[in-house]
């Protein structure tokens, strides 16, 4: 066997390689499997699964996109002309963390006036994080803003988040049951957890000079491992509360799906 | 007719070849087939169903890459400098191993808590296992560990699993038909008979020395159908356990679908 990149090593090649092809397969398969289980919900609920599904189905795409790109810009046809393309993920998170956030709030069903306030708080708010994330992370020269000044920029919108889903939301939890709040508390728990990988990500590559392969590889591999349980995990807990909420306000549904 | 490939001969060659090309067509439309035909059991039952076509598409998709991926590396284009990559099948077995464990257990119907209680011993042993087969049989030299200390490991929570299945599970089975119980039995054989075949070809390989053809196409033709025993026929003996079990549970259900 002789080398498989001339940048990286075989082992590092072969991580991303698998690790890319591990997120076209768990984001494919979940949107398919979320697609095709949202009839096990109650009508109320089936549109948070269906943008569950959408959101792992966009995800998918540009994991295609990702893993045929870095074959090209790192394997041995692509001769070092090719950059790999950073983009890939940042069109990705804007068009699917905007639809995570409204994922969250369909499934609790709550009244519809407070529905759209939170909707018009955390869509916004995510699309803007995404979209000062990227020259960061691009390493975009605007204005000769540093990488460092477009995370710190990208971390308001953030914040403002997790201030709306657990001050904000937090109100609005306790007409839920206790099973569907504990899933909620574990869903928002995901969402900070793997949110934090992220800025990480972010931080190792800003200050890496020049390409640093094992930078690089620490970063596709955190931003993948994130993003599967960001958007995989995520969705099948938003398709588990709808399960819940489903059998809680109809018996009728309940015996049919778990025969008691 | 000259050489297809310049690492295995003619014979070699085509078995793989045709093997991958079998293992696609055979767990593309097992998942096609199970997912349409989700409608002809009850709802309690369709979730296993989903998840044996969630499990064979998943493994569709990567015998469409290991199919690419080996004309690619032993092909006549590929000249060697690529190798064949086993992260496939075990990215796909770390995918679905542990959603063989949850279809097995969802067709049962279990109480509640009993079937919660199984996954938790279930899917995270399923995972388990295949994370420590993964290098040994791709030879990552982790801290000099040779690949038989990692078969050993990964024997353990196979033995775990087995237990589970066959000592914990019986259990459970008594309340089930006479006529459940029998295809639970012929389920159970399946996977020990089925996934015997895994280790037998990891040690084949794993005493090669060097690259050795005859071991390679004995390791790929046996994995191959193992997968397809394992994943296509187990997949659909799920779907008829669901379907006797749909006919036992309603007389309606039955009548319908077969007309007495």
Same mark, same amino acid.
């Given at each position: 066997?002789?080398?498989?990149?001339?940048?990286? !090593?075989?082992?590092?090649? #072969?991580?991303?390689?698998?690790?890319?092809?591990?997120?076209?397969?768990?984001?494919?398969? #979940?949107?398919?499997?979320? =697609? %095709?289980?949202?009839?096990?919900?109650?009508?109320?609920?089936?549109?948070?699964?269906?943008?569950?599904?959408?959101?792992?189905?966009?995800?998918?795409? &540009?994991?295609?996109?990702?893993?045929? !790109?870095?074959? &090209?810009? =790192? *394997?041995? !046809?692509?001769?070092?002309?090719?950059?790999?393309?950073? *983009?890939?993920?940042?069109? !990705?998170?804007?068009?699917?963390?905007?639809?995570?956030?409204?994922? #969250?709030?369909?499934?609790?069903?709550?009244?519809?006036?407070?529905?759209? @306030?939170?909707?018009?708080?955390?869509?916004?708010?995510?699309?803007?994080?995404?979209?000062?994330?990227?020259?960061?992370?691009?390493?975009?020269?605007?204005?000769?803003?540093?990488?460092?000044?477009?995370?710190?920029?990208?971390?308001?919108?953030?914040?403002?988040?997790?201030?709306?889903?657990?001050?904000?939301?937090?109100?609005?939890?306790?007409?839920?049951?206790?099973?569907?709040?504990?899933?909620? $508390?574990?869903?928002?728990?995901?969402?900070?957890? #793997?949110?934090?990988?992220?800025?990480?990500? =972010?931080? %190792?590559? %800003?200050?890496?000079? *020049? =390409?640093?392969?094992? @930078?690089?590889?620490? $970063?596709?591999?955190?931003?993948?491992?994130?993003?599967?349980?960001?958007?995989?995990?995520? *969705?099948?807990?938003?398709?588990?509360?709808?399960?819940?909420?489903?059998?809680?306000? @109809?018996?009728?549904?309940?015996?049919?799906?778990?025969?008691?």
């Amino acid at each position: 066997m002789g080398n498989l990149s001339p940048f990286l !090593d075989n082992g590092q090649y #072969t991580v991303i390689y698998n690790m890319l092809s591990l997120g076209i397969a768990s984001m494919l398969f #979940t949107a398919l499997f979320l =697609f %095709m289980a949202r009839d096990r919900v109650l009508p109320r609920y089936r549109m948070a699964v269906m943008v569950s599904a959408t959101v792992t189905s966009i995800a998918a795409y &540009h994991y295609f996109r990702m893993f045929d !790109d870095f074959k &090209h810009a =790192f *394997g041995t !046809d692509g001769m070092g002309v090719v950059a790999y393309n950073v *983009g890939y993920r940042y069109v !990705d998170w804007f068009l699917t963390v905007p639809l995570l956030m409204l994922e #969250t709030v369909a499934v609790l069903a709550l009244a519809r006036s407070v529905q759209k @306030s939170m909707m018009y708080k955390l869509v916004p708010a995510a699309a803007l994080m995404i979209a000062l994330g990227y020259p960061g992370d691009a390493r975009l020269d605007i204005m000769g803003i540093s990488p460092s000044v477009w995370g710190a920029l990208s971390t308001i919108p953030f914040l403002y988040i997790l201030y709306v889903l657990f001050v904000e939301l937090g109100k609005s939890l306790e007409r839920q049951s206790a099973a569907v709040r504990e899933k909620i $508390r574990l869903l928002r728990l995901l969402l900070l957890a #793997t949110w934090g990988v992220y800025p990480i990500s =972010f931080i %190792m590559n %800003m200050n890496a000079t *020049g =390409f640093d392969p094992a @930078s690089f590889v620490a $970063r596709e591999t955190g931003y993948t491992i994130a993003d599967i349980l960001a958007k995989c995990l995520f *969705g099948l807990m938003i398709f588990t509360i709808a399960r819940i909420k489903s059998a809680e306000d @109809s018996p009728e549904h309940a015996k049919a799906e778990y025969g008691s």
